[in-house]
């Protein structure tokens, strides 16, 4: 396998865990918040950490 199929498949599970994490944190963690700022840092930093991702797994790419 290569080294950037290798990368691919690290960046997905990467991916694929933050996914689980966006459904895991606000129902789990910040269920019993009584502020709604705890919700919003938690959505910004998984939107800037998904575009990171997505951003890294696409940037070798080649037609």
Do not use: C, E, H, K
């Amino acid at each position: 396998m290569s080294d950037d199929r290798r990368r691919g498949n690290r960046t997905l599970a990467l991916l694929a865990v933050t996914i689980v994490l966006a459904y895991a944190v606000p129902y789990g963690l910040l269920r019993d918040q009584p502020v709604w700022q705890g919700a919003f840092l938690f959505w910004l930093v998984f939107g800037v950490v998904a575009i990171g991702l997505i951003a890294w797994l696409v940037s070798d790419w080649r037609p």
